[in-house]
Nanobody
Framework: QVQLVESGGGLVQAGGSLRLSCAASGRTFSSRSMGWFRQIPGKEREFVAAVSSSGLSTWLADSVKGRFTISRDSAKNTVYLQMNSLKPDDTAVYYC??????????????????WGQGTQVTVSS
Protein backbone atom coordinates (compact mmCIF):
# COMPACT_ATOMS: atom_id res chain seq x y z
CA GLN A 1 0.00 0.00 0.00
CA VAL A 2 1.27 3.48 -0.92
CA GLN A 3 -0.28 6.74 0.20
CA LEU A 4 0.46 9.93 -1.67
CA VAL A 5 -0.08 13.49 -0.46
CA GLU A 6 0.47 16.44 -2.81
CA SER A 7 1.23 19.99 -1.73
CA GLY A 8 2.52 23.22 -3.19
CA GLY A 9 -0.36 24.24 -5.42
CA GLY A 10 -1.76 27.73 -5.48
CA LEU A 11 -2.40 30.87 -7.49
CA VAL A 12 0.43 32.35 -9.53
CA GLN A 13 0.71 34.91 -12.30
CA ALA A 14 1.71 33.87 -15.80
CA GLY A 15 5.48 33.57 -16.06
CA GLY A 16 5.79 32.60 -12.42
CA SER A 17 6.93 29.38 -10.78
CA LEU A 18 5.62 26.76 -8.39
CA ARG A 19 7.07 23.59 -6.95
CA LEU A 20 4.72 20.72 -6.24
CA SER A 21 5.66 18.03 -3.76
CA CYS A 22 4.30 14.53 -3.40
CA ALA A 23 5.09 12.82 -0.10
CA ALA A 24 4.78 9.05 -0.21
CA SER A 25 4.35 6.56 2.58
CA GLY A 26 4.91 2.84 2.22
CA ARG A 27 7.89 0.58 1.86
CA THR A 28 7.71 0.22 -1.92
CA PHE A 29 8.26 3.85 -2.88
CA SER A 30 11.88 3.36 -3.93
CA SER A 31 10.91 0.56 -6.33
CA ARG A 32 8.18 2.50 -8.10
CA SER A 33 8.23 4.94 -10.96
CA MET A 34 6.34 8.13 -10.14
CA GLY A 35 4.35 10.47 -12.29
CA TRP A 36 2.45 13.72 -12.37
CA PHE A 37 -0.83 14.18 -14.21
CA ARG A 38 -3.24 17.08 -14.49
CA GLN A 39 -6.91 17.43 -15.15
CA ILE A 40 -9.40 20.18 -15.84
CA PRO A 41 -13.17 19.71 -15.52
CA GLY A 42 -14.70 17.85 -18.41
CA LYS A 43 -11.42 16.57 -19.77
CA GLU A 44 -9.42 13.41 -19.34
CA ARG A 45 -6.48 13.23 -16.99
CA GLU A 46 -3.36 14.28 -18.89
CA PHE A 47 0.19 12.99 -18.46
CA VAL A 48 2.68 15.68 -17.43
CA ALA A 49 5.90 14.05 -16.21
CA ALA A 50 7.41 10.79 -15.00
CA VAL A 51 10.55 9.70 -13.20
CA SER A 52 11.90 6.18 -12.99
CA SER A 53 12.34 4.30 -9.73
CA SER A 54 16.08 5.05 -9.82
CA GLY A 55 15.56 8.71 -10.61
CA LEU A 56 17.90 8.44 -13.59
CA SER A 57 15.24 8.60 -16.31
CA THR A 58 12.60 11.25 -16.75
CA TRP A 59 9.90 11.85 -19.34
CA LEU A 60 8.02 15.07 -19.92
CA ALA A 61 4.98 15.86 -22.01
CA ASP A 62 5.76 18.02 -25.02
CA SER A 63 3.59 20.80 -23.64
CA VAL A 64 5.84 21.24 -20.60
CA LYS A 65 9.31 20.43 -21.95
CA GLY A 66 11.76 23.20 -21.20
CA ARG A 67 9.54 24.57 -18.43
CA PHE A 68 8.87 21.71 -15.98
CA THR A 69 11.29 19.37 -14.22
CA ILE A 70 10.51 16.22 -12.28
CA SER A 71 12.78 14.79 -9.62
CA ARG A 72 12.67 12.50 -6.61
CA ASP A 73 14.38 12.32 -3.24
CA SER A 74 14.36 8.74 -2.05
CA ALA A 75 15.66 9.69 1.38
CA LYS A 76 12.56 11.82 1.88
CA ASN A 77 10.15 9.57 -0.08
CA THR A 78 9.16 12.64 -2.06
CA VAL A 79 8.68 13.50 -5.71
CA TYR A 80 8.83 17.06 -6.96
CA LEU A 81 7.48 18.90 -9.97
CA GLN A 82 9.25 22.21 -10.55
CA MET A 83 7.10 24.36 -12.80
CA ASN A 84 8.61 27.48 -14.37
CA SER A 85 7.32 29.94 -16.95
CA LEU A 86 3.78 28.99 -16.09
CA LYS A 87 0.98 29.72 -18.54
CA PRO A 88 -2.78 30.04 -18.03
CA ASP A 89 -3.13 26.74 -19.94
CA ASP A 90 -1.28 25.03 -17.08
CA THR A 91 -4.26 25.68 -14.81
CA ALA A 92 -5.54 22.33 -13.55
CA VAL A 93 -5.68 19.98 -10.62
CA TYR A 94 -2.34 18.20 -10.46
CA TYR A 95 -2.17 14.59 -9.29
CA CYS A 96 0.76 12.49 -8.19
CA UNK A 97 0.74 8.81 -9.12
CA UNK A 98 2.78 5.74 -8.31
CA UNK A 99 3.31 2.90 -10.75
CA UNK A 100 5.51 -0.11 -11.26
CA UNK A 101 9.32 -0.08 -11.55
CA UNK A 102 9.38 0.64 -15.29
CA UNK A 103 8.79 4.28 -16.23
CA UNK A 104 6.23 3.43 -18.90
CA UNK A 105 3.86 2.40 -16.11
CA UNK A 106 3.21 6.01 -15.14
CA UNK A 107 2.54 7.44 -18.58
CA UNK A 108 -1.06 6.27 -18.74
CA UNK A 109 -3.57 6.98 -15.95
CA UNK A 110 -5.08 3.49 -16.13
CA UNK A 111 -1.67 1.90 -15.56
CA UNK A 112 -0.97 3.74 -12.31
CA UNK A 113 -1.42 1.87 -9.06
CA UNK A 114 -1.90 4.69 -6.55
CA TRP A 115 -3.06 8.30 -6.65
CA GLY A 116 -2.89 11.35 -4.45
CA GLN A 117 -5.85 13.59 -3.76
CA GLY A 118 -4.68 16.36 -6.09
CA THR A 119 -3.61 19.97 -5.66
CA GLN A 120 -5.03 22.95 -7.53
CA VAL A 121 -2.74 25.10 -9.67
CA THR A 122 -4.21 28.31 -11.05
CA VAL A 123 -2.24 30.55 -13.39
CA SER A 124 -3.67 34.01 -13.98
CA SER A 125 -3.00 35.99 -17.12
Amino acid sequence: QVQLVESGGGLVQAGGSLRLSCAASGRTFSSRSMGWFRQIPGKEREFVAAVSSSGLSTWLADSVKGRFTISRDSAKNTVYLQMNSLKPDDTAVYYCAAGKPFIESVQQPRACDYWGQGTQVTVSS
